[in-house]
C-alpha cells in the first residue's frame, strides 16, 4: 500500500524523528546546539539563557510559559554544553605534560577525568517518562537513567505487599543480605543473557524498567542503580533530590553536577516538607499496638529480645505520658524547633543513643511485617522515620538553624472518657485527649542550600509559574545570576482574559470570606457559569478557591427555583457537569467521562468543576477542545486562621524585622518578604497553575474569565503571567464580558476551528502522541530546514540575545495557515487559493517559525536511499528537480519492489505514484524524507493503536499539501483507515474524509 512506502525493502528501518543530520543548529554562545525543530525565538533566547547560566556557573530562574517547549530546550541546551565542556576538557588534558594528564593512566596513577553529570528532576514520574522520549529525540541521545523508590520497581511480591516504604526498605535489605532475593541474586547471573537480548537498563522509563526486570527476572531497582554510573542524565522527582536523607539513600553524587527542576513552581513547598512531620496520639498508640503483638507472639531470630521488646514499650508509654502533661491552650501552642530534641532527650534518645534505637525499631518493623495478620502494616515506620528526620547528619550539624527556621505546634483535643486498662502489657494505656504534634520548616531555603553545599556547577529551576522571580530566589535564599520571564509563543489574539466583577443579576462577585456564603453570590455565580457554558465551545473548565466553597455553591445550585428548574438543570442543558473527585480512583473515572464527553460530537462539551491546587489544575494538559475557556471563581488565599499559614506568615515577619534568635553566618537574602506578601503570592501562583491549563500550544486558543471583583486590582493584574497582563479587560458589567467572549469565539473559530473529532460516545482521551504534541509545538511542527547559516546568538556577552528571525512569506495556496483546523476539502481549497478570509485579524495567523523554502529534488533522490531491483545506475542520477525514469517507471507499472535478491515485480497504480509526486511537490526535501519514514512506520505498526501517533505526525508534516490528505486516506487499507481517522480526530488540520 501507498507504493510499498516507495519500493522500501522489507524490514528497513524507519525513525519518527528527524535524524541528527536534518537537524537545525544555532550557535549560541560560542556553543553549537542541535534541536530537532526549528526554533521559537522565545526558544532561542531561553537556550541562551541555560548556556549563560552554565558557562558562567551561575543559577539560573527561568518561567516559560505552557507550550514554549521547555524541557526539551533545557535538554538540549545543557547536553550542548556538556558536549562542548567535555570537549574542552579532554583537550585540557591532552595538553598536560604526561605526569599531568587526568585520563587514560593506570589506576592509582593519578586523578582520572571526571565527565559533568546532568541531573533532570520534575515533579511526578509520568513527566520524567515523557522527558525520556525527549531526551532521545534530541541529536544527542544521551544515556539516560531514571529512579525511582522500591515502591515502584520492586517485583518480589513479598516485599511489594508491604504498605509503608519505610517497611518495604528494611524488609529488602534483610532479604538482599542473606541472599533470599532471587530478583537481586540474577542482577550478575543473567547479566549476559540481559545484555545479549539488546537491551540495556538506560534510557528507560519506569515502566520500561519493571518490564525488563520481570522478562529477566531481575531486580529493576538495582538495574536502576548500577546505571547511574554509565549514564549521562540521571532522572528523579525532585523531592529525591531535595530531601538530604533520601539524596543519601541513593548515592547521588551532585559533585560538579548540573541541576535542573523543572515543573519547580512547587520546590518552595517541596523544600519544607521535606524536613517536615507530623506525629498523632493515634500514631503512638498503633506503635505501642505493635510492640504488643511483637510481645505476644512466639519468639522469632528477627525480633529483639523480649527485654528490649519491653524497654521499647516502657520509652513509648513513658514518652506519652510527658505529652498528655503538655499544657496546651485549646487553639494550640508553638513552641522553638529544637523542643522535640529536648523531649526525646529526657528519655535519653539524643544524637549519641539514637542509632541504637533506631537498630531495634529497624529489627522490630522487619518482624510485625512478616507476619501475615499485619498484611504487611507496621506503624513504627513512621516514628522511625521521625527519629531519621530530627537526627540526621544536616540536624546534628545545624541545630542553631532548626531553632531559627523550625517550629514546633502542638494541638490538643479532650478524648472521651474511657475505662482504665488493668495491666500495661495488654494494650495501649488510653490517652487523656487527642493530640497532635507538628514539626515544621518555614525556610525553604535551608533545604535548597544543602542541595547546593554539595559542590553544584549550576542549577537551573523554570516552570511556567515562577513570578514574581525575586520574591521566589529570596525564599530559596539563593542567588540566581541568570533570570528570564519568556512571552508565549501565540498571538495575542489567540487569547481572550477578562475580570467580570459583577453576574447576570448585577451581584458583585466575590468569593471572599465576607460574601462567599451570600446566596446571592451564589446564584450570580451559577447564572454566570450558564452563560458561559451555552457560548463556550467545547470543554469548560471552572476552578474554585477550595472544596467548601464548591460544595456549598453546587448545594445552592441542585435546589430548585421559581419555575422548578434549579442552576444545575440549567448548566446540564448545555454541558455536562463532572465534579473533581477527591478519592484517587474515582479521579481516573472523572478524566475519562469528561475526555469522551468533550470528545463526542453529539453533545456539546461538557463542564470539568475543580479546585485551585487540586489534580486538575496542577498538571493535567487541556489542548484544544478539551479546554477551551477556564473560569476562576475566587482568589485561591490559603486559610487565613490554619496554624501553619498563621505561623508562616508570623515566621517572615519576624525575619523582615530581624526578630529571629541570633545566629553566625546565618545565610541573608537580598530580599526580604513581609506575611502578607507571601501570603497574596500563595494565591497568584494558584490562579496562574490554573490558567496554564488552557493555551497548551502555538495553534491552541481559549478565553480566560477570573469571575472575582478582586482580580480587577492592580496588584493582583501584576501578578498574573507576563504575557497576560497587558491584555487583562476588566469589564464593568456582565454583558461586557458575555459579549467580549462570544465575539472572541465567533472571531477566532471563523478563523481557526475546532478540531473534527470522529462521532463517538465513548472516546478515549487524546493518545500520549497526541498529548505530546499538543503540550509541547516543537514536536508537532518538524522544521524542513537546517539553520546552519543561524546568527550567532550571545556570542559577544552574557547579555546578548538573538536577532529576530524574518517574518515568513505568505502561504502558498493550498497551504493551511499556522493554527488552520480542518474543514470540507473544497472550502479549504476555494479558501486557501484566495488567503486569509476577509475581516480576520491581521496578525493572527502571523507565522512564528522561520519560512521553510521550497528545495528542489526527486522522488529518485529518495528511492536511491533503498535497493531497487531492475532501475539502472544511470537511472538512479536523473537530473535535479525532475521526476526522471523513477517516475516513468512507476507510471508505466514497471516499477520493482524492492525485495532483496528476488527481483520480483509489482503493478503499481499510476495514481498513486501521481499522488506522491504532487506530495513531493508540496513538501521540501527534508519533510518529504520523513513523510516516507512515518508513512513505513505506519506500515511496520502492526495495529491500528501503535499507528495512530504515527498519523498524528504525518497528518502535521502535510500541512502545505492538506487538500490531499483525503486522497491519502483512499489508499490506505480499511484498518489503517480507521487508525488515520482517529489521528484526524485529534490534529488540528483535519480534513473532512473524501466522501
Given at each position: 500500500?501507498?507504493?510499498?512506502?516507495?519500493?522500501?525493502?522489507?524490514?528497513?528501518?524507519?525513525?519518527?524523528?528527524?535524524?541528527?543530520?536534518?537537524?537545525?543548529?544555532?550557535?549560541?554562545?560560542?556553543?553549537e546546539?542541535?534541536?530537532?525543530?526549528?526554533?521559537?525565538?522565545?526558544?532561542?533566547?531561553y537556550?541562551?539563557?541555560?548556556?549563560?547560566?552554565?558557562?558562567?556557573?551561575?543559577?539560573?530562574?527561568?518561567?516559560?510559559?505552557?507550550?514554549?517547549?521547555?524541557?526539551?530546550?533545557?535538554?538540549?541546551?545543557?547536553?550542548?554544553?556538556?558536549?562542548?565542556?567535555?570537549?574542552?576538557?579532554?583537550?585540557a588534558?591532552?595538553?598536560?605534560?604526561?605526569?599531568?594528564?587526568?585520563?587514560?593512566?593506570?589506576?592509582?596513577?593519578?586523578?582520572?577525568?571526571?565527565?559533568?553529570?546532568?541531573?533532570?528532576?520534575?515533579?511526578?514520574?509520568?513527566?520524567?517518562?515523557?522527558a525520556?522520549?525527549?531526551?532521545?529525540?534530541?541529536?544527542?541521545?544521551?544515556?539516560?537513567?531514571?529512579?525511582?523508590?522500591?515502591?515502584?520497581?520492586?517485583?518480589?511480591?513479598?516485599?511489594?505487599?508491604?504498605e509503608?516504604?519505610?517497611?518495604?526498605?528494611?524488609?529488602?535489605?534483610?532479604?538482599?543480605?542473606?541472599?533470599?532475593?532471587?530478583?537481586?541474586?540474577?542482577?550478575?547471573?543473567?547479566?549476559?543473557?540481559?545484555?545479549?537480548?539488546?537491551?540495556?537498563?538506560?534510557?528507560?522509563?519506569?515502566?520500561?524498567?519493571?518490564?525488563?526486570?520481570?522478562?529477566?527476572?531481575?531486580?529493576?531497582?538495582?538495574?536502576?542503580?548500577?546505571?547511574?554510573?554509565?549514564?549521562?542524565?540521571?532522572?528523579m522527582?525532585?523531592?529525591?533530590?531535595?530531601?538530604g536523607?533520601?539524596?543519601?539513600?541513593?548515592?547521588?553524587?551532585?559533585?560538579?553536577?548540573?541541576?535542573?527542576?523543572?515543573?519547580?513552581?512547587?520546590?518552595?513547598?517541596?523544600?519544607?516538607?521535606?524536613?517536615?512531620?507530623?506525629?498523632?496520639?493515634?500514631?503512638?498508640?498503633?506503635?505501642?499496638?505493635?510492640?504488643?503483638?511483637?510481645?505476644?507472639?512466639?519468639?522469632?531470630?528477627?525480633?529483639?529480645?523480649?527485654?528490649?521488646?519491653?524497654?521499647?514499650?516502657?520509652?513509648?508509654?513513658?514518652?506519652?505520658?510527658?505529652?498528655?502533661?503538655?499544657?496546651v491552650?485549646?487553639?494550640?501552642?508553638?513552641?522553638?524547633?529544637?523542643?522535640?530534641?529536648?523531649?526525646?532527650?529526657?528519655?535519653?534518645?539524643?544524637?549519641?543513643?539514637?542509632?541504637?534505637?533506631?537498630?531495634?525499631?529497624?529489627?522490630?518493623?522487619?518482624?510485625?511485617?512478616?507476619?501475615?495478620?499485619?498484611?504487611?502494616?507496621?506503624?513504627?515506620?513512621?516514628?522511625?522515620?521521625?527519629?531519621?528526620?530530627?537526627?540526621?547528619?544536616?540536624s546534628?550539624?545545624?541545630?542553631?538553624?532548626?531553632?531559627?527556621?523550625?517550629?514546633?505546634?502542638?494541638?490538643?483535643?479532650?478524648?472521651?472518657?474511657?475505662?482504665?486498662?488493668?495491666?500495661?502489657?495488654?494494650a495501649?494505656?488510653?490517652?487523656?485527649?487527642?493530640?497532635?504534634?507538628?514539626?515544621?520548616?518555614?525556610?525553604?531555603?535551608?533545604?535548597?542550600?544543602?542541595?547546593?553545599?554539595?559542590?553544584?556547577?549550576?542549577?537551573?529551576?523554570?516552570?511556567?509559574?515562577?513570578?514574581?522571580?525575586?520574591?521566589?530566589?529570596?525564599?530559596?535564599?539563593?542567588?540566581?545570576?541568570?533570570?528570564?520571564?519568556?512571552?508565549?509563543?501565540?498571538?495575542?489574539n489567540q487569547?481572550?482574559?477578562?475580570?467580570?466583577?459583577t453576574?447576570?443579576?448585577?451581584?458583585?462577585?466575590?468569593?471572599?470570606?465576607?460574601?462567599?456564603?451570600?446566596?446571592?453570590?451564589?446564584?450570580?455565580?451559577?447564572?454566570?457559569?450558564?452563560?458561559?457554558?451555552?457560548?463556550?465551545?467545547?470543554?469548560?473548565?471552572?476552578?474554585?478557591?477550595?472544596?467548601?466553597?464548591l460544595?456549598?455553591?453546587?448545594?445552592?445550585w441542585?435546589?430548585?427555583g421559581?419555575?422548578?428548574?434549579?442552576?444545575?438543570?440549567?448548566?446540564?442543558?448545555?454541558?455536562?457537569?463532572?465534579?473533581?473527585?477527591?478519592d484517587?480512583?474515582?479521579?481516573?473515572?472523572?478524566?475519562?467521562?469528561?475526555?469522551?464527553?468533550?470528545?463526542?460530537?453529539?453533545?456539546?462539551?461538557?463542564?470539568?468543576?475543580?479546585?485551585?491546587?487540586?489534580?486538575?489544575?496542577?498538571?493535567?494538559?487541556?489542548?484544544d477542545?478539551?479546554?477551551?475557556?477556564?473560569?476562576?471563581?475566587?482568589?485561591p488565599?490559603?486559610?487565613?486562621k490554619?496554624?501553619?499559614?498563621?505561623?508562616?506568615?508570623?515566621?517572615?515577619?519576624d525575619?523582615?524585622?530581624?526578630?529571629?534568635?541570633?545566629?553566625?553566618?546565618?545565610?541573608?537574602?537580598?530580599?526580604?518578604?513581609?506575611?502578607?506578601?507571601?501570603?497574596?503570592?500563595?494565591?497568584?501562583?494558584?490562579?496562574?497553575?490554573a490558567?496554564g491549563?488552557?493555551?497548551?500550544?502555538?495553534?491552541?486558543?481559549?478565553?480566560?474569565?477570573?469571575?472575582?471583583?478582586r482580580?480587577?486590582?492592580?496588584?493582583?493584574?501584576?501578578?498574573?503571567?507576563?504575557?497576560?497582563?497587558?491584555?487583562?479587560?476588566?469589564?464593568?458589567?456582565?454583558?461586557e464580558?458575555?459579549?467580549?467572549?462570544?465575539?472572541?469565539?465567533?472571531?477566532?473559530?471563523?478563523?481557526?476551528?475546532?478540531?473534527?473529532?470522529?462521532?463517538?460516545?465513548?472516546?478515549?482521551?487524546p493518545?500520549?502522541?497526541?498529548?505530546?504534541?499538543?503540550?509541547?509545538?516543537?514536536?508537532?511542527?518538524?522544521?524542513?530546514?537546517?539553520?546552519?547559516?543561524?546568527?550567532?546568538?550571545?556570542?559577544?556577552?552574557?547579555?546578548s540575545?538573538?536577532?529576530?528571525?524574518?517574518?515568513?512569506?505568505?502561504?502558498?495556496?493550498?497551504?493551511?495557515?499556522?493554527?488552520?483546523?480542518?474543514?470540507?476539502?473544497?472550502?479549504?481549497?476555494?479558501?486557501?487559493?484566495?488567503?486569509?478570509?476577509?475581516?480576520?485579524?491581521?496578525?493572527?495567523?502571523?507565522?512564528?517559525?522561520?519560512?521553510?523554502?521550497r528545495?528542489?529534488?526527486?522522488?529518485?533522490?529518495?528511492?536511491?536511499?533503498h535497493?531497487?531491483?531492475?532501475?539502472?545506475?544511470?537511472?538512479?542520477?536523473?537530473?535535479?528537480?525532475?521526476?526522471?525514469?523513477?517516475?516513468?517507471?512507476?507510471?508505466?507499472?514497471?516499477?520493482?519492489?524492492?525485495?532483496?535478491?528476488?527481483?520480483?515485480?509489482?503493478?503499481?497504480?499510476?495514481?498513486?505514484?501521481?499522488?506522491?509526486?504532487?506530495?513531493?511537490?508540496?513538501?521540501?526535501?527534508?519533510?518529504?524524507?520523513?513523510?516516507?519514514?512515518?508513512?513505513?512506520?505506519?506500515?511496520?505498526?502492526?495495529?491500528?493503536?501503535?499507528a495512530?501517533?504515527?498519523?498524528?505526525r504525518?497528518?502535521?508534516?502535510?500541512?502545505?499539501?492538506?487538500?490531499?490528505?483525503?486522497?491519502?486516506?483512499?489508499?490506505?487499507?480499511?484498518?489503517?483507515?480507521?487508525?488515520?481517522?482517529?489521528?484526524?480526530?485529534?490534529?488540528?488540520?483535519?480534513?473532512?474524509?473524501?466522501?
Open positions: 500500500w501507498i507504493l510499498s512506502v516507495f519500493l522500501s525493502p522489507p524490514g528497513a528501518k524507519t525513525s519518527l524523528f528527524p535524524t541528527s543530520a536534518s537537524m537545525p543548529e544555532y550557535m549560541i554562545r560560542g556553543i546546539v542541535s534541536f530537532p525543530f526549528q526554533a521559537y525565538p522565545c526558544q532561542l533566547v537556550m541562551e539563557r541555560v548556556i549563560e547560566g552554565l558557562q558562567l556557573r551561575k543559577h539560573a530562574m527561568l518561567e516559560s510559559p505552557t507550550g514554549t517547549g521547555k524541557t526539551l530546550c533545557l535538554l538540549c541546551a545543557t547536553l550542548a554544553w556538556r558536549k562542548h565542556h567535555i570537549a574542552q576538557l579532554i583537550a588534558a591532552a595538553a598536560a605534560p604526561p605526569q599531568e594528564q587526568l585520563w587514560g593512566g593506570a589506576v592509582g596513577s593519578g586523578p582520572q577525568l571526571v565527565l559533568p553529570k546532568i541531573i533532570y528532576s520534575s515533579r511526578t514520574h509520568s513527566q520524567l517518562s515523557q525520556v522520549k525527549e531526551a532521545m529525540a534530541t541529536a544527542y541521545k544521551p544515556r539516560v537513567c531514571v529512579l525511582g523508590s522500591r515502591e515502584q520497581l520492586c517485583i518480589n511480591d513479598e516485599v511489594r505487599r508491604l509503608s516504604n519505610t517497611a518495604k526498605t528494611n524488609v529488602c535489605r534483610q532479604k538482599v543480605a542473606a541472599r533470599r532475593c532471587e530478583y537481586h541474586y540474577n542482577l550478575d547471573g543473567r547479566r549476559t543473557e540481559r545484555e545479549a537480548s539488546g537491551r540495556v537498563e538506560v534510557s528507560m522509563d519506569i515502566e520500561d524498567l519493571v518490564t525488563l526486570g520481570e522478562q529477566f527476572r531481575t531486580c529493576p531497582y538495582y538495574l536502576s542503580r548500577e546505571a547511574m554510573a554509565s549514564a549521562d542524565i540521571i532522572m522527582p525532585y523531592n529525591y533530590l531535595l530531601d536523607k533520601t539524596r543519601r539513600a541513593q548515592n547521588i553524587n551532585l559533585q560538579d553536577a548540573v541541576v535542573i527542576l523543572d515543573e519547580a513552581h512547587n520546590v518552595e513547598k517541596c523544600c519544607e516538607e521535606a524536613s517536615s512531620f507530623e506525629l498523632t496520639s493515634a500514631h503512638m498508640a498503633a506503635c505501642i499496638a505493635d510492640l504488643n503483638r511483637l510481645i505476644d507472639a512466639p519468639s522469632t531470630p528477627e525480633a529483639p529480645s523480649r527485654e528490649t521488646l519491653a524497654l521499647l514499650k516502657t520509652l513509648f508509654l513513658e514518652l506519652e505520658k510527658k505529652i498528655d502533661r503538655l499544657d491552650p485549646s487553639d494550640g501552642i508553638a513552641k522553638p524547633g529544637n523542643f522535640l530534641h529536648d523531649l526525646l532527650a529526657q528519655q535519653n534518645i539524643t544524637f549519641e543513643t539514637v542509632g541504637t534505637v533506631l537498630t531495634e525499631l529497624d529489627a522490630c518493623v522487619v518482624a510485625v511485617v512478616s507476619d501475615k495478620m499485619s498484611r504487611g502494616k507496621c506503624s513504627l515506620s513512621i516514628f522511625i522515620d521521625i527519629l531519621r528526620n530530627l537526627f540526621s547528619e544536616e546534628r550539624a545545624n541545630l542553631d538553624m532548626i531553632v531559627r527556621y523550625y517550629r514546633v505546634h502542638i494541638e490538643k483535643k479532650a478524648a472521651p472518657k474511657a475505662p482504665a486498662r488493668a495491666s500495661w502489657a495488654a495501649a494505656a488510653p490517652s487523656a485527649s487527642s493530640w497532635a504534634i507538628r514539626f515544621w520548616c518555614f525556610n525553604s531555603g535551608f533545604a535548597f542550600n544543602d542541595l547546593i553545599a554539595n559542590g553544584i556547577h549550576s542549577i537551573v529551576l523554570t516552570s511556567g509559574t515562577l513570578s514574581p522571580l525575586e520574591s521566589f530566589a529570596a525564599e530559596l535564599m539563593t542567588e540566581f545570576g541568570v533570570t528570564l520571564e519568556n512571552p508565549h509563543v501565540i498571538s495575542p487569547v481572550w482574559i477578562g475580570v467580570a466583577k453576574g447576570p443579576s448585577g451581584t458583585e462577585l466575590n468569593a471572599g470570606y465576607h460574601t462567599r456564603e451570600n446566596a446571592s453570590y451564589k446564584s450570580d455565580l451559577g447564572n454566570a457559569i450558564v452563560n458561559f457554558a451555552r457560548i463556550v465551545p467545547g470543554g469548560l473548565l471552572v476552578f474554585f478557591p477550595g472544596y467548601t466553597v460544595r456549598a455553591c453546587i448545594e445552592h441542585r435546589a430548585p421559581p419555575d422548578g428548574r434549579s442552576i444545575w438543570d440549567r448548566i446540564s442543558a448545555s454541558k455536562t457537569p463532572i465534579i473533581e473527585p477527591q484517587k480512583a474515582e479521579f481516573s473515572a472523572a478524566m475519562q467521562q469528561y475526555y469522551s464527553l468533550v470528545s463526542d460530537k453529539k453533545k456539546n462539551g461538557a463542564v470539568f468543576i475543580a479546585v485551585c491546587r487540586g489534580k486538575v489544575s496542577e498538571g493535567l494538559d487541556f489542548a477542545e478539551f479546554g477551551r475557556a477556564v473560569i476562576i471563581a475566587g482568589l488565599y490559603p486559610p487565613y490554619d496554624p501553619k499559614i498563621v505561623l508562616k506568615r508570623e515566621f517572615l515577619e525575619a523582615r524585622l530581624g526578630r529571629l534568635p541570633a545566629m553566625p553566618n546565618a545565610p541573608v537574602p537580598r530580599t526580604r518578604i513581609s506575611g502578607q506578601e507571601w501570603y497574596s503570592q500563595q494565591a497568584a501562583r494558584a490562579v496562574n497553575q490558567i491549563r488552557v493555551i497548551r500550544h502555538v495553534r491552541d486558543y481559549g478565553a480566560i474569565i477570573l469571575c472575582d471583583s482580580f480587577s486590582a492592580p496588584g493582583v493584574i501584576a501578578q498574573l503571567p507576563v504575557w497576560l497582563r497587558s491584555s487583562v479587560k476588566v469589564c464593568e458589567s456582565f454583558g464580558v458575555q459579549a467580549g467572549v462570544t465575539r472572541f469565539f465567533r472571531g477566532v473559530e471563523a478563523i481557526l476551528p475546532p478540531p473534527r473529532t470522529a462521532d463517538t460516545s465513548a472516546s478515549a482521551p493518545s500520549a502522541a497526541a498529548a505530546s504534541a499538543q503540550r509541547d509545538p516543537v514536536l508537532a511542527f518538524p522544521s524542513a530546514s537546517s539553520a546552519r547559516a543561524s546568527p550567532a546568538i550571545g556570542a559577544t556577552s552574557s547579555s540575545v538573538f536577532t529576530p528571525a524574518p517574518a515568513a512569506a505568505a502561504s502558498r495556496p493550498g497551504q493551511v495557515p499556522p493554527g488552520m483546523s480542518a474543514v470540507s476539502r473544497p472550502f479549504l481549497v476555494d479558501r486557501l487559493a484566495g488567503g486569509v478570509s476577509r475581516g480576520a485579524p491581521d496578525d493572527l495567523f502571523e507565522p512564528v517559525r522561520q519560512p521553510t523554502p528545495q528542489s529534488g526527486s522522488l529518485l533522490g529518495h528511492l536511491s536511499r535497493e531497487v531491483s531492475g532501475v539502472e545506475s544511470h537511472e538512479l542520477r536523473s537530473g535535479p528537480g525532475t521526476v526522471g525514469t523513477s517516475l516513468a517507471l512507476l507510471q508505466s507499472g514497471q516499477a520493482a519492489a524492492a525485495s532483496g535478491a528476488t527481483g520480483t515485480t509489482r503493478k503499481i497504480d499510476p495514481k498513486a505514484a501521481s499522488l506522491i509526486e504532487n506530495i513531493r511537490k508540496s513538501l521540501s526535501k527534508e519533510d518529504f524524507g520523513r513523510f516516507k519514514d512515518l508513512l513505513a512506520a505506519c506500515k511496520a505498526a502492526g495495529s491500528r493503536d501503535a495512530v501517533p504515527v498519523f498524528e504525518m497528518i502535521r508534516l502535510l500541512k502545505p499539501c492538506v487538500a490531499l490528505l483525503g486522497d491519502l486516506r483512499d489508499y490506505l487499507p480499511s484498518d489503517m483507515r480507521t487508525a488515520f481517522d482517529l489521528a484526524l480526530s485529534t490534529t488540528q488540520t483535519a480534513p473532512a474524509p473524501a466522501p
